[in-house]
């Protein structure tokens, strides 16, 4: 059994070599342990620390391409290197690195395909208050729309089955978190969490420089994905509302004409009426449509699934 922690990292000299001291080197269960380093561009000695501090690979992106990406190219290269369980953790050293074997013990157990951290079930030293409500919000939106009773969605201390990784598919650019819990629930993966401690950080936060415009991408990669999964739910829930007001702003005119034969005061309600009948049944339609390319890129994922499992089964 192989453990590979990938870390993302980003202008980090001053904790990734503290980050991976901190990460044990032998656990029960477990037969090897790597250190994989993802340096996203940075302009700083991150790699060069990295390496001097014991990180067993250290893959250099050429540019700043973000955490979502650093996090995929992550897994990317663990299952190359054979990994049977890969944690994340960040590089601010925020998270501790020797809670990691009581994170993938719900895996070893056989209990778990992805493991979360997290923190709201654990301790927090320090959480600037805008960033703890955003937390809250961006968690109890993830757990409506994914169903799963979610404490921390943003938690980047997490856990994963090989298994779970090569049925997970990272598509947004910008970050990781919500979407592979909703995508990990749609796949019916058993998620798990587990509480951990969470340090404050020293210095400036590299992926949540705004907290508006973080709320904004974070949201419409909730939505995206969402609708990847459920589209046939929204469209008909949408449609079914706007085909409904046209059906009660016609009442209106219906009533008129059956107390009176006229329709000559209402006639702009009348075509509002048309309008939004119209418009609700084409709704409804595009998401049945909708819901046929979900089907076909179910089976594309499926595909997607076995020609990667063939192809790392042989590393």
């Known amino acids: 059994m192989k453990l590979v922690v990938s870390i993302p990292a980003y202008n980090e000299e ?3 070599g503290l980050v991976i001291k901190e990460i044990p080197r032998s656990i029960e269960g477990i037969d090897s342990i790597e250190v994989l380093i993802i340096d996203d561009g940075s302009t700083d000695k991150t790699a060069e620390v990295a390496k001097s ?9 050429k540019n700043n391409q973000g955490l979502s990406l650093a996090f995929r190219k992550g897994l990317e290269t663990a299952l190359k290197l054979g990994a049977d369980i890969i944690v994340n953790i960040d590089a601010d050293r925020q998270y501790n690195g020797k809670e990691i074997p009581r994170l993938i013990k719900p895996i070893l157990d056989g209990k778990a395909d992805i493991v979360l951290g997290s923190r709201f079930k654990g301790w927090i030293e320090y ?73 404050k950080r020293e210095g400036k936060s590299r992926l949540i420089e705004n907290i508006f415009i973080y709320a904004k ?46 329709v000559a005061p209402h006639y702009p ?28 890129r179910r089976l594309e994922e499926d595909i997607l699934y076995r020609l990667k499992k063939n192809e790392y089964s042989k590393k």
């Open 14 to 16: 001053e904790t990734i």
């Open 53 to 61: 501090a014991g990180a067993d690979k250290v893959v250099s992106l």
């Open 127 to 199: 959480m600037p208050f805008h960033k703890k409500v955003g937390n809250k919000i961006a968690t109890w939106v993830t757990k409506f729309i994914s169903g799963y009773p979610v404490s921390d969605s943003q938690t980047g201390f997490r856990a994963f089955t090989k298994e779970a990784v090569l049925r997970l598919n990272v598509l947004s650019n910008y970050t990781y978190v919500q979407e592979t819990i909703i995508q990990a629930v749609n796949k019916n993966l058993t998620i798990v969490e587990v509480p951990v401690q969470f340090r």
């Open 217 to 262: 991408k974070a949201g419409i990669t909730i939505l995206r994905t969402y609708l990847n999964y459920k589209p046939l739910r929204v469209f008909l829930y949408l449609g079914g509302f706007v085909f409904l007001c046209g059906v009660a702003t016609g009442s209106f005119v219906l009533i008129h004409y059956l107390q009176t034969g006229y």
């Open 269 to 296: 309600t009348t075509v509002l009426t048309a309008v939004l009948i119209i418009i609700g049944f084409q709704i409804i339609v595009l998401g049945l449509l909708a819901d046929l390319i979900n089907t076909n």
